[in-house]
């Protein structure tokens, strides 16, 4: 099965900024009807990320079995791993959140306040999240796939080269 991971790993931070984009828009002194569509659209949005999240999360799982790395690069994965589980908890409670701000009938702004510190919250972890994901790829070249053959133009070696060196200087520092 193909890696599909990289595909689709920026749509949860891309929905949850969104949905702090239109948020932010519906305290802006609109039309009533306005304001209601961007509310209803968040609320598609969420329902949108609460389906797609553990995806990504599971396609990651699938991507880093298995996979042999240096120890940097391993606690590296592993930190990218954590913050995916606190991107799950924080979304998860900010979806429960608005869902009970939508629904209350007493204490209705406590919930919506509690919804919009959470969104706030998963917002965060999903752009660390992230950034941290890019790291892997960009600083340790992990989900980059190298071919071997023959007729190949040598990237495949200074690729190895690279992790050599990287071992190297692991080793130096223990």
């Given amino acids: 099965m193909p ?7 920026s749509v949860p931070a891309v929905l949850l900024v969104v949905s702090g984009i239109f948020e932010t828009l519906a305290c802006l002194p609109l039309k009533s009807d306005v304001r209601a569509s961007l509310k209803r659209s968040v609320r598609y949005l969420l329902l949108l990320l609460a389906v797609v999240l553990p995806i990504t999360f599971y396609t990651g799982l ?3 079995d298995g996979k042999n790395f240096s120890e940097k690069v391993e606690q590296a994965v592993s930190l990218h791993y954590d913050r995916a589980r606190l991107l799950l908890f924080s979304s998860a409670i900010a979806c429960l959140f608005c869902w009970i701000s939508s629904f209350a009938k007493q ?6 306040g509690a919804y919009y510190f959470a969104l706030l919250g998963a917002i965060g972890v999903a752009l660390l999240t992230s950034y941290q994901g890019g790291s892997l790829v960009f600083e340790h070249g992990v989900g980059v796939a190298t071919s071997v053959s023959g007729q190949g133009s040598g990237s495949s070696d200074i690729r190895q080269q690279g992790f050599e060196q990287e071992k190297e200087q692991d080793e130096a520092k223990e």
């Fill in 3 to 9: 890696d599909v991971h990289p595909v689709i790993s």
């Fill in 62 to 64: 699938l991507a880093g």
């Fill in 107 to 112: 204490g209705k702004s406590v919930f919506r």
